[in-house]
């Protein structure tokens, strides 16, 4: 079974902190991404890596970095947290062109 | 910008089949549709993948149209389990661009 692996399941932090949301994976797959979901808007996704030290932006980029230095772990980077970044962050993993996606149980972020 | 629209919600009883529809221009070509559920404070998980015409597995069947302008995920006989979220993704752009469907919230009652 694929297991992928968020590090913190709730997060309560302040304006202007600097967050870090780690997700590791044990499948080996290549492609990791950042999604965060809010009532009403669904899954967006911020950013993804289909590679090692590459990352490509999504739909919603804008105040969020993200770190691939290992092909398990990608890590999303709030450099300096905002109320309106309050949200559920799911990390996810996929393999190949068919992209299937096994997801994180998520982390639930709020900023104060 | 491709749009992905889904019915925001559906009911159903136990034992019927429900049928949830994606709609999607724009989908890039050669590449796949994919179907996940998800429960409250859970990731969504996957539950069925398909390219065009129909696939079926132990728990659902998506048929596409030739013209793969949407897709449609049947549920044989419900249970109130599958009381859920569920989410189609798809990629548009060229290939390029993750869009997930808004998700569509099936009720299922006894």
């Known amino acids: 079974d694929v297991k992928v692996t968020q590090s913190s399941r709730y997060l309560v932090k302040r304006t202007g902190e600097k967050v870090f949301l780690e997700c590791v994976q044990d499948?080996?797959?290549?492609?990791m991404f950042w999604y965060r979901q809010d009532p009403g808007l669904g899954l967006r996704l911020i950013y993804f890596?289909?590679?090692?030290?590459?990352?490509e932006k999504g739909d919603i980029p804008e105040g969020y970095s993200v770190s691939r230095e290992k092909k398990e772990r990608f890590s999303l980077i709030l450099e300096s947290a905002s109320t309106n970044q309050t949200s559920m962050y799911l990390c996810?993993?996929?393999?190949?062109?068919?992209?299937?996606?096994?997801f994180g149980a998520g982390t639930r972020l709020s900023v104060l | 910008l491709a749009k992905t629209t889904q019915p925001i919600s559906m009911d159903s009883y136990e034992g019927q089949e429900v049928n949830i529809t994606c709609s999607h221009n724009?989908?890039?070509?050669?590449?796949?549709i994919t179907w996940y559920q998800q429960f409250p404070s859970q990731g969504p998980r996957f539950i069925i993948q398909?390219?065009?015409t129909k696939v079926t597995n132990e728990v659902a069947s998506l048929f596409i149209p030739a013209d793969r302008k949407s897709s449609t995920l049947s549920l044989p006989r419900v249970s109130l389990s599958d009381t859920a979220v569920y989410y189609c993704?798809?990629?548009?752009?060229?290939?390029?661009?993750?869009?997930f469907g808004t998700g569509t919230q099936l009720k299922v009652e006894l």
């Open positions: 993704l798809i990629l548009t752009g060229g290939g390029n661009k993750l869009t």
């Open positions: 398909g390219y065009k």
């Open positions: 499948m080996d797959h290549e492609n």
């Open positions: 996810a993993s996929s393999l190949g062109a068919k992209n299937i996606q096994y």
């Open positions: 890596s289909y590679d090692v030290k590459m990352k």
């Open positions: 724009n989908i890039a070509t050669n590449d796949y």
